[in-house]
């Protein structure tokens, strides 16, 4: 018996599992996050690049000021390439006002909801 499904019903089980992350701004915006696996070849690239970055930057023995500098930058970048149009994701810088701890947690939530996850090992 064969089994048919459409390909509307194939994208919404996807965008239910793998879906994007909406953050309303102050002023009514909404910013939409796309999962990495929405993003192009290159743009994911570009973001494993600034992953690393992040992560060495995060490691470094640097002054508090300079590493503070490094992971706005790093983590601006990783929200304006994800962002679903360039001028979304540098709304979204603006309104966040260079607070770190608002950032961090605007990155944080954008790992927790889009990225992939981990692949399970063989147990064979």
């Known amino acids: 018996m064969s089994m048919s499904i459409g390909l509307d019903e194939i994208r919404q089980e996807a965008e ?6 909406e953050i309303t701004l102050p002023n ?5 996050l796309r999962h990495t696996l929405r993003l192009a070849k290159p743009d994911r690239k570009r973001l ?9 930057v995060a490691d470094e023995n640097t002054q508090h ?3 503070e500098d490094a992971l706005l930058a790093a983590i601006g970048d990783v929200l304006v390439l994800v962002a679903e149009t360039k001028s979304a994701g540098r709304a979204l810088l603006s309104a966040i006002k260079g607070d770190l701890l608002t950032l961090m947690g605007v990155f944080r939530k954008y790992q927790e909801t889009c990225q992939l996850p981990e692949a399970s090992r063989s147990t064979d």
């Open 65 to 67: 000021a300079d590493r």
């Open 48 to 56: 494993a690049d600034l992953g690393r970055l992040i992560g060495q």
């Open 28 to 32: 009514g915006q909404t910013v939409r």
């Open 16 to 21: 239910t599992q793998f879906g994007d992350l």
